[in-house]
């Protein structure tokens, strides 16, 4: 069966460190590998989408990386401020309108 | 950007008794919608995909009877729990948008049954 894993134990950095947070998964063929922030109590909100045909993907200081041979994606968040603390759910969509399969998350502590 | 508005937030209601929770596409119309559950500390849960106009697609597991679907029009689907009890307390989530381009999360809607 499908399986994303996700590191489920916090990470805790310093601010202005780079926080990477890593996605590996088996059993699956995503065409798209998503990235979403959620904050205690509310819904997950978007942040990256990467193609099954692209290695790396940035958006101001995110960048996202897809290695579909190693199976894996890592998310980084560069010059990290304390505001990024949340929990980032990597999620896998097989093709376009699909569901979404999400990963267990990793809660992200950045202290100032 | 795209909208998703759920209501309501929180709820409390009393065993046996059903709940409707409401999700909105504010700027785009869905025909299609998701509706997650999400255990405290865990993942989001697929639990059904809306269609507008036709059935539900329930994942297994999820009962269709105790969790009625109703995608009525292009902006609108909603989720009722009927005869709830207290293991059916959680946050639930809708979701919409276009494949290969990134969801919308409704802000989610956390339902104790007492």
């Known amino acids: 069966s499908q399986k994303i894993e996700q590191n489920s134990e916090a990470l805790n950095i310093q601010e202005g460190k780079t926080a990477t947070l890593t996605c590996n998964y088996t059993?699956?063929?995503?065409?798209?590998l998503q990235w979403y922030r959620q904050d205690p109590g509310r819904g997950p909100v978007f942040l990256l989408l990467i193609r099954e045909n692209e290695k790396e993907k940035r958006k101001e200081r995110l960048k996202v990386t897809f290695d579909t041979t190693l199976k894996q994606s890592l998310f980084h968040i560069t010059a990290s401020q304390p505001a990024d603390s949340a929990t980032y759910l990597c999620a896998l969509e097989g093709n376009a309108g699909n569901m979404l399969t999400f990963g267990g998350g990793t809660r992200l502590m950045v202290k100032p | 950007g795209a909208v998703v508005s759920q209501h309501p937030s929180r709820v409390i209601c009393k065993s046996g008794t059903s709940v409707k929770i409401e999700c909105r596409s504010l700027?785009?119309?869905?025909?299609?919608m998701f509706w997650y559950r999400q255990f405290p500390k865990q993942s989001l849960m697929l639990m059904a995909t809306s269609n507008e106009g036709s059935k539900a697609t329930y994942e297994q597991g999820v009962e269709k009877d105790k969790f009625l679907i109703n995608h009525a029009s292009l902006t609108l689907s909603t989720l009722t729990v009927t005869s709830a009890h207290p293991e059916d307390s959680s946050f639930y989530i809708c979701?919409?948008?276009?494949?290969?381009?990134?969801?919308?999360f409704g802000s989610g809607t956390r339902l104790t049954v007492v």
């Open positions: 059993n699956y063929s995503p065409a798209y």
């Open positions: 979701s919409a948008g276009a494949g290969g381009a990134g969801y919308t």
């Open positions: 700027d785009f119309q869905a025909t299609t």
